[in-house]
Antibody
Framework: EVQLLESGGGLVQPGGSLRLSCAAS????????MTWVRQAPGKGLEWVST????????YYADSVKGRFSISRDNSKNTLYLQMNSLRAEDTAVYYC??????????????WGQGTLVTVSS | EIVLTQSPGTLSLSPGERATLSCRAS???????LAWYQQKPGQAPRLLVY???SRATGIPDRFSGSGSGTDFTLTISRLEPEDFAVYYC?????????FGGGTKVEIK
């Protein structure tokens, strides 16, 4: 059974940093691209970033480029999202999602339960 | 960037009725790259349909996807109580994903 468990969310001040983690199990982690998707309170889904299975290719939404960094440790089956220079508009539930193939995420076939990030003073 | 527009914003129907949800793209999308998700309150999204018309594992056959080019449709043939939720379409283009704004299917 595929399981994705996010952690690391919380309250942070504007300009601050936070690192999210996503522990994966139930599939061969290195064979799947992984993706972060966020959802602001009461709003729709927004793609944030994707990382290929090997970790060699990264992709970011324009809204987070230069501030967020996606990475993975395939030996620990864990995905990360380092978030710097956080803004109020980054407030959202952040979901970790498994991509359907190794080099890219065409669609997200499994999702974690999400972790809430609140950026406020 | 391809923009996905979903309509209607809210669909009010009774259990047993047929639901037809629309997703229109600002430019042509490969059918292979169009997916649909269901999200219930307080839960993560769940993949329903990928490749425009292929049901994901464990998805009942009352859910069906169709369409091509710029117009795609998700149909729920007979609504069950557990189907009342928000539905999102999503497309892939140039290593990026974009989601539609969602359609809420509510009990009439």
């Amino acid at each position: 059974e595929v399981q994705l468990l996010e952690s690391g969310g919380g309250l942070v001040q504007p300009g601050g940093s936070l690192r999210l983690s996503c522990a994966a199990s139930g599939f061969t982690f290195s064979n799947s691209a992984m993706t972060w998707v966020r959802q602001a309170p009461g709003k729709g889904l927004e793609w944030v970033s994707t990382l290929s299975g090997s970790g060699g290719s990264t992709y970011y939404a324009d809204s987070v480029k230069g501030r967020f960094s996606i990475s993975r440790d395939n030996s620990k089956n864990t995905l990360y999202l380092q978030m710097n220079s956080l803004r109020a508009e980054d407030t959202a539930v952040y979901y970790c999602a498994k991509g359907d193939r190794k080099m890219a995420t065409i669609y997200c076939d499994y999702w974690g339960q999400g972790t809430l990030v609140t950026v406020s003073s | 960037e391809i923009v996905l527009t979903q309509s209607p914003g809210t669909l009010s129907l009774s259990p047993g009725e047929r639901a037809t949800l629309s997703c229109r793209a600002s430019q042509s999308v490969s059918s292979s790259y169009l997916a649909w998700y269901q999200q219930k309150p307080g839960q993560a999204p769940r993949l329903l349909v990928y490749g425009a018309s292929s049901r994901a594992t464990g998805i009942p056959d009352r859910f069906s996807g169709s369409g091509s080019g710029t117009d795609f449709t998700l149909t729920i043939s007979r609504l069950e109580p557990e189907d009342f939720a928000v539905y999102y379409c999503q497309q892939y283009d140039s290593s990026r994903l974009t989601f539609g704004g969602g359609t809420k299917v509510e009990i009439k």
